[in-house]
């Protein structure tokens, strides 16, 4: 089982990047997925999931209107499309996923999920 992260760079404040994450050894699409980040010296956060049970994406209020998750199930790869960035968004970003249906409440929360990828460098700065 592998979560392989990719798509993190350096971009200047209101710019955008996709994030992607191509796994393996599961599928994707009867997962839970979310995505996490963790800046330097801060705790990791959770930024958005998707519950395999009903499909609803959940999103922290730091990137409402600006981030989408979504997945390919063709492909086995999730993605994290993050628009109009802010230096607040700089963290290295992680992939995840459970084969459980978390509840609502837990959707963000690490102890979650099971699959972590190996996380991808986000950069924001002029």
């Known amino acids: 089982v592998q979560l392989q992260a990719s798509g993190g760079g350096l971009v200047q404040p209101g710019g955008s990047l996709r994030l992607s994450c191509a796994a393996s050894g599961f599928t994707l699409s009867y997962s839970s997925i979310a995505w996490f980040r963790q800046a330097p010296g801060k705790e990791r956060e959770g930024v958005s999931g998707?519950?395999?049970?009903?499909?609803?994406?959940k999103y922290a209020d730091s990137v409402k209107g600006r981030f989408t998750i979504s997945r390919d199930n063709a492909k086995n790869t999730m993605y994290l499309q993050m628009n109009s960035l802010v230096p607040e968004d700089t963290a290295v970003y992680y992939c995840t996923a459970t084969s459980g249906n978390p509840i609502w409440s837990a959707i963000l929360q690490p102890l979650t999920y099971d699959y972590w990828g190996q996380g991808t460098q986000v950069t924001v700065s002029s």
């Open positions: 998707i519950r395999s049970g009903d499909g609803r994406a």
